[in-house]
């Protein structure tokens, strides 16, 4: 059969090849498949409900909409190039399977509020994919913290050795910063409870429907306010963009970390070999490309973020087919986020720590905050304290030694105050157990943490089995 396109009654002859490649999506939008074919089931049933359709219709669309469900899962739903789009390639199938009930299915819809509508319930199911793969990173990052709430390791700041850290404490960090992402991708998805139906081409459906009923046949929470704004909005594209380049751009940090924790300059982790690669040219190489990707997997989420608000820069309002372009680059960000969250969760998971490596990197110079607060207890103002600590790091630095190694006239030297007990600050376990606020690295800190996380875990969606 050879299939019209829906404009054939205004525009005369074919489209150019060259355009004719260009307007088509569907290689892009075949992902809206099953979201449109559930939209399409229910918007027949209101077609019923409005006196478009017969009894006899609805039954036969509806049967037909079944078979191509179950074409579409079984990946046997066949396109052909002129559809153009998922929408035009299911009204095609549809008129072939029942004739003019068929044609009749966009009675009072634009595909403008459709697609608007498929997108939002197509996203619906990812982002509940995505918070569950988060939930899972969440799980194994909190399941390591417990195991080294207590190894202490350095910190850095500026890349250089700062102060004594816990390794729980680190892992943490990682936790509270995905739990944001979490969060964000919640309520990108709650904002999806608005439904575009409805809203036609631009200015409102002719068709007496009722949109609340349809809305909670859809699952949404309600229909949008204003026809207008609706079948141009693209806030949800934009801010699952930004929330889940948020979420990659945290992992490239715990990425890169780790690259260097990898090295032989620090070996503080060893990535299982099923993670890492191997060199074609240098035989003992063991390269940690799992995290090179995850790192290097940000660069287009940012570009997808940048992209996606420059398509709606200054476009006129309502539909316009720049529009359609929305949904490539917001695709491979999805598809990647849950790649690299899958591999991201099994290096947490499967990662060794060295805590030998750590403590051994612990130098004295990570205790120097520690002296300056000893002076401090003494009575002496911190700026003092910073000074004559200062002066002592120098000297040590001087005689190629650990402030630990400087004799007590050295210390007594930079400060009257101080006494042999300084001396007792070089340890670690000491350093972490004074830092013990809501927040700090200190066991308490790190156990208020523990349970915090557990309890924001326990408070998230079961996953359904399924997932
Ligand atoms: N394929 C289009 C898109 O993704 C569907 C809407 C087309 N609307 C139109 N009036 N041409 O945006």
Redesign the pocket.
Known sequence: MNFKKAWEGRLEGGLAPAFEALNC?LGV?RRLLLADLEQDRVWARALNRAGVYSAGELASVEAALGRLEDEARAGGFEFVEAD??V?MAIERRLTELCGAAGEKLQTGR???D??GTSLRLYLRGELKQLTGLLARTLEALVTRAEEEAATPMPGWTHLQPAQVIALGHYLLSCFWALSRDLERLSEAASRAGRMPLGSA?LAGTTLHVDRARLAAELGFARPSENSLDAVGDRDLVSETSFALAQTLVHLSRYAEDWVLWCGPALGFMRLPDSLSTGSSLMPQKKNPDSLELIRGKAAAAIGQVCSILSLQKGLPTS?N?D??E??EGLFNLLDSARAVLEVFRLVVQGCEFDRGRMRAALTDDLYATDLADFLVKKGVPFRRAHEAVGRLARAAAGAGVGLSRLPLAAYLEASPEFDARALELFDPQVSLARRNAAGGTGAAGVAAQLAEARALLASLPKPDPGD
């Open positions: 999506s939008d153009e789009d929408h634009s595909r403008n459709q697609v081409a539909y087919k529009l359609q929305d949904k």
